[in-house]
């Protein structure tokens, strides 16, 4: 079936969800990998799929999903320790290291726009506010003015990476649909991987297409959950349900998460981050990207310093 992908891309879920029921009874050498990621254009969701085909058929009782029963007592373990951190979240701030770049169409040949550096706090009583310190290394210039965004720059811009899009997520409100359907290897750490889908009018989730227009959108996706701790170690969601004359067609965003520690206590907050959005500029679709490095969390308070790292931005969060 993978040799039918070039020609017939749409088949792509039906070769998951065959991995998924079915695993490999064979053993996947690298020549099978280069095979697949050359016929399926490297695509992160089989390559993964496949990588853990693999673990199973080498460890079915370590990489085998749980009972159902199981499943949804983690799932209900997740959505508690979800919920109970966001309620004792202490306020912080971060530096936010921004990579933006574009592509024409759909082509995903990604060219450098440039590279910010905002610094984010966070305060129970306020949510989450944003202050744009450097461009391209250099500093702004205007700190009174730089505000709490840096939407002002125009381009991709990105907010609720923090507290705001897990909480959504697991709140009675939104209605959260979750279906278990796979296991995973994340960092070291063994997840169960669900399913999810939030429908428009229990959505919180908006996408904005310049300064004025906003909409609220529906989304789906999926998250990696610890099966130890019982906690979300990746979010990835896909907007949904997005008027077909609003200027942006098309959202998605991969948050990885990890441990920090602020004020000698353990959190769990984002370590990266990817956004991307498909825009129609006429007849031509134009894709934007964000590459997010999250340096340095502290106490609120403390002064984010606006020394540019040096190191190179990350590889693509991409599951």
């Known amino acids: 079936m993978v040799q039918q992908l070039p020609a017939h891309p749409e088949k792509k879920g039906e070769i998951v969800e065959e991995l998924r029921r079915r695993g490999i009874g064979f053993t996947l050498t690298n020549g099978i990998r280069s095979v ?52 004792s979240m202490p306020d912080f701030v971060v530096k936010q290291q921004i990579g933006r770049s574009y592509a024409r169409g759909n082509t995903r040949n990604w060219i450098p726009s440039d590279r910010l550096t905002v610094a984010v706090s966070y305060r129970e009583s306020a949510g989450e506010q944003y202050k744009l310190l450097l461009v391209n290394g250099l500093p702004t210039g205007d700190d009174e003015q730089a505000g709490n965004s840096y939407e002002r720059l125009g381009g991709t811009s990105s907010t609720g990476e923090f507290v705001s899009m897990l909480a959504a997520l697991f709140s009675e ?79 998605t965003s991969t948050i990885d998460y990890d441990w920090v520690e602020i004020d000698g206590l353990q959190h769990l907050l984002p370590s990266r981050a990817e956004v991307v959005l498909t825009a129609r500029r006429g007849e031509q679709a134009v894709q934007t990207r964000n590459e997010i490095r999250f340096r340095n969390y502290q106490k609120y308070g403390s002064k984010v310093t606006i020394i540019e790292e040096d190191d190179p931005p990350p590889p693509s969060t991409e599951p």
């Open 173 to 251: 409100a939104s209605q959260a649909r979750f279906k278990m359907i796979d296991t995973d290897l994340l960092r070291g750490r063994r997840t169960i991987v669900y399913e999810f889908e939030v429908k428009k009018p229990h959505s919180k989730q908006s996408i904005k297409a310049g300064k004025d227009q906003s909409i609220i959108v529906g989304y789906r996706g999926r998250v990696w959950i610890d099966r130890e701790v019982n906690r979300v170690l990746r979010l990835e969601d896909i907007a949904t349900e997005i008027p077909e004359d609003f200027p942006v067609s098309a959202a």
């Open 36 to 87: 697949v990621a050359t016929k399926s254009g490297n695509d992160a969701l089989l390559r993964r799929t496949l990588e853990e085909a693999e673990r199973r058929r080498l460890n079915p009782t370590a990489f085998s999903l749980p009972p159902e029963a199981e499943g949804r007592d983690l799932l209900e373990k997740t959505r508690e320790a979800t919920l109970a951190a966001n309620g």
